[in-house]
């Protein structure tokens, strides 16, 4: 099993090109399957995450082909609508690949995906839209097995701004008979990502972004070309990098506008951040401040997957930062990891207080999730002496080549 070594205290500096937004790829690939025609997609990150979506194509009958970072898929040879249960063991994400298949297919079946290292993550509010949209849902024996001939239009109210479950109704809904409302949908720039890419493909979708969207259910759908947009989490893990190693860091191929809630919390921190509409750079001082209160909230608010690699820079601030975490019911289990590097963070059920410490030093940890994983790096980075950073399979799940990147802004990091 591969680690990181990292000898933390260089600084960070020079540029960096911020990768494509995995959390964009992922369902746009689930959307390629609303169409026969072929669909090319650029800016896909070279992830474990993505990989496993392609397996998933490839076995529901696609021809994918994989250049660089462009992935083009053929959709003619679809002849199936399950997913087999090791592939949605491996990346619970898989769950967006339901609404195009039944979108598809008529048909769909897979296993429910489980809890998994954030807590208990249910998906009624899938479930319960697809039944709106007239979809014959019978959950039983861990499986999930979707039927119907069209899906038909509807007005849907999310009880929660859920992601997955706004990108599923999406997806069902653009190849539905009639007209879908959804109220309180996600406003995630990943939305907006896949509404576009199903426009460009002939959909028409209304109001991603906003809180309202339309989709108007059009027979047929053909293929597209699209560029993923950047990904906001590699962005705030990077930029996090360089406050914790008083950087001066470069991103380009990245939108501020989309990492905003991070930019004020570095700014608060003490860190002065310059740029324009697709790039921007980070000056960390000597020493951080103590961040205001940072409460995770659906977007526009500070993104959860953002919480952990902030943590990593108020475990260094010059006094005490507060989390509220209102997303995930369990997502401070790299808290524990962050303290065998000297970090005082204590937690009580949903609220974590970081009293801030002038320096981490290094231990060996284990990556608990994604983006736990990656604050660990973060924290790293800033330690004194060896941090060695087990379970990395997380960090290849959402970063690419996260230490060749890290290498070429100083930082010293190295796979075994
Ligand atoms: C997506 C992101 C993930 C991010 C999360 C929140 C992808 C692949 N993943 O996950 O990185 O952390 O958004 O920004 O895009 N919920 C229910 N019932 C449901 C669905 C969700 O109760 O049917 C709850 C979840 O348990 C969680 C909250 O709603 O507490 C947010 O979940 P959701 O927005 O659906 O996140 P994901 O789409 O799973």
């Known amino acids: 099993m591969s680690e990181f070594i990292i000898r933390g205290g260089n600084r960070l500096t020079g540029s960096i090109k911020v990768q494509g937004a995995k959390n964009s790829v992922l369902p746009i690939l689930a959307a390629t399957l609303l169409t026969n025609e072929t669909c090319v997609i650029h800016n896909c990150p070279r992830l474990s995450d993505v990989d496993i979506s392609v397996q998933i194509l490839r076995h529901l ?7 660089g970072n462009t992935v083009t898929v053929e959709g003619s040879g679809v002849c199936r609508g399950d ?24 048909m769909a079946r897979m296993s429910a995906p489980g809890g998994c290292e954030l807590g208990n993550r249910p998906i009624d509010l899938h479930m319960a839209a697809l039944r709106r949209l007239g979809v014959n849902v019978d959950e039983t024996g861990g499986f999930i097995n979707c039927c119907c001939s069209r899906p038909r239009g509807c007005e849907i109210t ?8 706004t990108e599923n109704i999406m997806l069902t809904a653009s190849l539905a008979s009639g007209r ?27 109001g991603a972004g906003e809180s309202t969207v339309a989709i108007e259910g059009v027979p047929c759908l053909h293929g597209c070309e699209h560029t993923v947009i950047p ?28 990492v905003s809630p991070i930019i004020t919390a570095l700014e608060e921190m003490g860190c002065s951040v310059t740029g324009g509409d697709t790039w921007c750079r980070i000056k960390a001082p000597e020493r951080l401040a103590p961040a205001c209160t940072v409460r995770t909230m659906p977007y526009p608010g500070f993104p959860t997957d953002a919480q952990a690699p902030l943590m990593a820079v108020a475990a260094v601030a010059n006094g005490t930062t507060v989390f509220i975490e209102s997303i995930f019911d369990s997502r401070y289990k790299h808290v524990a990891e962050l303290n065998r590097l000297g970090a005082k963070i204590s937690t009580d059920g949903r ?40 379970n990395i399979c997380h960090i290849d799940r959402g970063y690419e080549f996260f230490e060749k990147q890290i290498s070429l802004l100083g930082g010293d990091i190295v796979r075994v």
């Open 61 to 67: 009958g696609c021809q994918v082909a994989r250049e």
């Open 83 to 106: 997913v087999p249960e090791q592939l949605m063991r491996k990346m619970r994400s898989s769950i967006v690949f339901l609404g195009a298949i039944i979108g598809r297919t008529g």
């Open 158 to 165: 999310l009880g929660f701004p859920s992601v997955g479950a």
């Open 180 to 206: 879908t409302v959804v109220r309180n949908a996600a406003r995630e720039p990943e939305i907006c990502d896949l509404a576009e890419f199903i426009n460009k493909m002939g959909g028409r979708i209304s």
């Open 231 to 258: 990904d906001r989490i590699v962005s705030a893990t990077i930029m996090s990098a360089a406050a914790v190693t008083n950087g001066d860091v470069e991103l380009t191929n990245m939108r501020p506008e989309h």
């Open 351 to 390: 609220t974590a207080v970081v009293c801030g410490v002038s320096r981490l030093t290094g231990a060996a940890v284990e990556s608990t999730d994604l983006r736990g994983g990656a604050a660990l790096v973060v924290a790293g980075l800033n330690a004194y002496g060896e941090t060695r950073v087990g």
